[in-house]
């Protein structure tokens, strides 16, 4: 098993796709240290375009600014991991060198979830870089912001390796690459949100075990960072609750298996001919 | 396999092997066994079920029935089998932006070998000066090689390939016969597939011929090819006319091929030469070219062309 490990993750080391999804999520990450910047000044008195983080959930939004980046990217790393081996054939090499196919299957897993870490750090790297030196120069006390390690680092690792087992479901059932990309970021983006805003306009069903709704009650902490309100409370307008953390993370670590399971009976029992 | 070396190869066994994709049979009740030392043909036409068989002996395709095992076993379940197995079944399955070694490493991971074993199998077939180069700048013949590689990585004691000569130039093809005969000098199993009789005619040791997913027959090349004994012989004389006039009252069908050749059909050097020899005809050559490999061949496959062949492999 640790050599297919191991090859695995040389072959997701050797796909420049792979590199190009997991350096976005620094810019991305950027991006919403500026958004976190821009919160916190709408909180300051008086207002100000950006400020120092000084609130909790502010603090926590900051150090979290790489949650909405892994949630549109580490998916994408799960697709790519599967959907590559199909879209270039390389998956007759990968079952000659381990014909057990369950043993494939894991080591992706494991392979796909490492690279998601290297993801969340990738995004802490970006806050530490980005966020805490603008933090400073505002004012802020870096140390607050630090404090909140425990709170949110957790989390946002965690909820990345699901995301990204997510994507590698998802792939192993759909195998075509660039239906996979698509319908991951088409879906992350805007589907998932209509069809939840949808439902709970119409039915005032709360459609919280979808992925984003699944993420953003786990990564609770952040998740209130970020706005996706928490405490259950959800969207005051469409009166949404979210599920409890734990509920969250259940439905995130569904979302993961039950594809790969489907994924496993279809895809990867198959004849490759 | 010469006398000195033992034979280290493993027998593969085709026991009632059989596959059906729907309605189309594929494979049918094929049973054969390839022995160690030797370097057997899998011969048949295109879509006459040689990948499909092969594949299925990889653990690539399930058989609706029947089995195929190398040393006695199914391939998946061979502890760590690209040291026992190397395959070279198609040369697309590359990721084009990963360069030679980075593809010949991922095998090598994959199987507990060393980097170092990585440049001596990229060595051994000739792309260590492109070993940095991306995969998807390579020719058809380049990934052929490559492929190669990382068949051979683990010094397997079988070699399985399908189709090898495709896309290789003709000093590739008289390499890959080289190595194949020398592999099988060291007692390994080599079991090739091809459509391309005249090369392997010059390779093999014992021949597999199918089609329609059938074994149609299966033995040493001078057993398969002896069995049709009357063949086209080609002499090269100064008489063309005296030996016309021989032939036609022997009752032989002959061809002029040019002012000094003719093509007598259906004939055997045993009943030719006497009779030349009765009527003292001068000779400057005589080429038996009646009974080669790919006159049993289409015999043996004969009506069965692209629009008879079920889409088997």
């Keep these: 098993m640790i050599r297919t490990i191991r090859s695995e993750l040389l072959k997701l080391r050797t796909m420049p796709g792979m590199w190009v999804v997991l350096l976005l999520a620094f810019p991305l990450t950027g991006l919403f240290i500026v958004v976190a910047f821009l919160t916190a000044g709408s909180h300051a008195i008086p207002h100000s375009t950006f400020a120092a983080v000084q609130r909790l959930s502010d603090r926590r939004l900051l150090l979290g600014a790489g949650f909405q980046s892994v949630t549109l990217l580490a998916p994408l790393l799960g697709v790519l991991c599967v959907t590559t081996e199909y879209r270039h054939k390389t998956i007759t090499g990968t079952l000659l060198l381990t014909p057990k196919r369950s043993q494939v299957l894991g080591a992706k897993i494991v392979a796909t979830a490492l690279w998601a870490v290297g993801m969340s750090i990738l995004t802490f790297v970006a806050v530490a870089a980005i966020g805490l030196p603008w933090d400073a120069s505002m004012g802020g006390a870096i140390g607050s912001v630090l404090d909140q390690v425990g709170a949110v680092v957790p989390e946002l690792l965690l909820a990345t390796v699901l995301l990204s087992l997510f994507g590698l479901g998802f792939g192993t059932l759909v195998k075509n690459q660039i239906a996979g990309v698509l319908v991951t970021i088409g879906g992350t983006l805007i589907l998932e949100g209509l069809i939840v805003f949808l439902v709970n306009l119409i039915f005032h069903y709360d459609l919280n075990w979808m992925p984003n709704e699944a993420t953003a009650a786990f990564a609770g902490e952040i998740a209130r960072g970020a706005g996706f309100g928490g405490d259950g409370g959800g969207n005051a307008s469409l009166n949404f609750h979210l599920l409890p953390w734990w509920g969250g993370g259940l439905a995130m670590l569904g979302w993961g298996v039950v594809p790969l399971t489907l994924g496993y009976f279809t895809t990867f029992r198959k004849d490759v001919t | 396999m010469t006398a000195e070396t033992p034979p280290r190869g493993l027998p593969i066994e085709f026991k009632g092997l059989t596959k059906h994709f729907g309605l189309i049979k594929a494979v049918e009740n094929m049973t054969l066994t390839v022995s160690p030392g030797k370097v057997t043909g899998f011969l048949g036409p295109n879509g006459s079920g040689k990948t499909t068989s092969l594949r299925m002996l990889l653990g690539l395709v399930s058989p609706t029935s029947g089995s195929a095992t190398i040393g006695g076993q199914l391939y998946h379940d061979l502890p760590n089998p690209s040291l026992q197995v190397g395959a070279v079944l198609e040369a697309t399955s590359f990721h084009p932006s990963r360069k030679a070694r980075a593809h ?149 069908t002959f061809t002029s091929l040019a002012s000094d050749q003719i093509a007598i059909q259906q004939v055997t050097p045993e009943q030719l030469g006497p009779l030349v020899a009765r009527h003292q005809i001068v000779l400057y050559e005589m080429v038996h070219e009646g009974t080669d490999l790919e006159s049993v061949f289409l015999s043996l496959t004969e009506g069965m062309g692209f629009g008879d062949q079920a889409a088997a492999s």
Excluded: Y
């Design chain 2, 104 to 252: 010949v490493q991922t095998i090598a991971r994959g199987c507990g070998k060393s980097d170092k074993d990585v440049d001596a199998a990229l060595e051994l077939v000739g792309l260590s000066g492109d070993a940095k180069r991306t995969v998807g700048g390579f020719s058809l013949g380049m990934r052929q090689r490559l492929e190669l590689a990382g068949a051979l990585i683990g010094d397997p004691a079988v070699l399985i390939l399908d189709e090898p000569s495709n896309g290789l130039d003709p000093q590739g093809i008289a390499w890959l016969r080289d190595f194949m005969r020398f592999l099988a000098g060291e007692g390994k199993t080599v079991l090739v597939s091809s459509h391309l009789l005249s090369e392997m005619a010059q390779t093999i040791d014992e021949v597999v011929i199918v089609s329609q997913g059938q074994l149609r027959a299966q033995g040493t090349l001078d057993s398969i090819t002896g069995n049709l004994t009357a063949g086209t012989i080609r002499v090269r004389t100064p008489e063309t006319d005296r030996m016309k006039a021989v032939l036609t009252e022997a009752g032989l």
